[in-house]
T-cell receptor, first 110, second 115 residues
């Protein structure tokens, strides 16, 4: 059974520090990996996706993929209170379906 | 480009009734996925439609059904509503095509309350 696991948190990080969110997945056939941010009461918003091993940077966000170890992470530099949200990791398999983690709640403390 | 739209945004129904939710994907997107989200449960996948065909299905009872029209708009129907069906129903749009990374873009959701 394909699974995606995330630490539910909450993860508390001081303002201005680096927040590190992790996600592991079970199936080596995974093709693409996605990070979404969801504010309370709102729908998920795509932050970035990655499909090759290594790092991908977009502004303050960096996604890191390690297929050999089957994990993907999201780093948020210079964390702001507005980054406080639940972060969802999703993994695409060959059948066009995304498998979702339960999300990590991130709290940025001013 | 206009985003994903869902109607209605809020709905209150009585147990035993049925409900139909609508989703219009991003222009050019042919895949629509539906999710149920309840507090503490994360995103539960209902089904995915691509070019008017159901391509994937989650583990929900047959009371939950959907369809997709030739313009890619999709509807989801829930019959014989139960109290446990109260949730945020999310629609996500994607190109869905072979060779694409398949990122999904979500609509604002329909919040269904069953009393």
């Amino acid at each position: 059974q394909k699974e995606v696991e995330q630490n539910s948190g909450p993860l508390s990080v001081p303002e201005g520090a680096i927040a590190s969110l992790n996600c592991t997945y079970s199936d080596r056939g995974s093709q693409s990996f996605f990070w979404y941010r969801q504010y309370s009461g709102k729908s998920p918003e795509l932050i970035m996706f990655i499909y090759s091993n290594g790092d991908k940077e977009d502004g303050r966000f960096t996604a890191q993929l390690n297929k050999a170890s089957q994990y993907v992470s999201l780093l948020i530099r210079d964390s702001q209170p507005s980054d406080s949200a639940t972060y969802l990791c999703a993994v695409k398999y060959s059948n066009y379906q995304l498998i979702w983690g339960a999300g990590t709640k991130l709290i940025i403390k001013p | 480009k206009a985003g994903v739209t869902q109607t209605p945004r809020y709905l209150i129904k009585t147990r035993g009734q049925q409900v139909t939710l609508s989703c219009s994907p991003i222009s050019g997107h042919r895949s629509v996925s539906w999710y149920q989200q309840t507090p503490g449960q994360g995103l539960q996948f209902l089904f995915e439609y691509f070019s008017e065909t159901q391509r994937n299905k989650g583990n929900f009872p047959g009371r939950f059904s959907g369809r997709q029209f030739s313009n890619s708009r999709s509807e989801m129907n829930v019959s014989t509503l139960e109290l446990g069906d109260s949730a945020l129903y999310l629609c996500a749009s994607s190109s869905g095509a072979e060779g694409h990374t398949y990122e999904q873009y979500f609509g604002p959701g329909t919040r269904l309350t069953v009393t």
